[in-house]
Nanobody, 120 residues
């Protein structure tokens, strides 16, 4: 059994910063890609950023230059540093990880989500 537990969401004023964390635990053989997605009310879930096991990153155009994704492989944890937050960043943020639980089985896991609200 694998769990992803997110933390760090909250309410912040426009221009402020937040740091999200997501720790994976359980029966983990290895972790490939990790990432963050978000879903605003009435909208589809969208990619925010991903980071490969080797450290290469990918960002949505809307967050480039403002958000930074990083990971600590020793702690099975991925982070999202969010700076210069805008009201349109308001959403539930979900952690995502492609995890190999055995040498032969790989599956994408999701966290429960953490609310980020940016006031104008």
């Amino acid at each position: 059994q694998v769990q992803l537990v997110e933390s760090g969401g909250g309410l912040v004023q426009a221009g402020g910063s937040l740091r999200l964390s997501c720790a994976a635990s359980g029966s983990i053989f290895s972790i490939n890609r990790m990432g963050w997605y978000r879903q605003a009310p009435g909208k589809q879930r969208e990619l925010v950023a991903t980071i490969a096991s080797g450290g290469s990153t990918n960002y949505a155009d809307s967050v480039k230059g403002r958000f930074t994704i990083s990971r600590d492989n020793a702690k099975n944890t991925v982070y999202l540093q969010m700076n210069s937050l805008k009201p349109e960043d308001t959403a539930v943020y979900y952690c995502n990880a492609l995890i190999r639980t055995t040498m032969w089985y790989e599956y994408t896991y999701w966290g429960q989500g953490t609310q980020v609200t940016v006031s104008s």
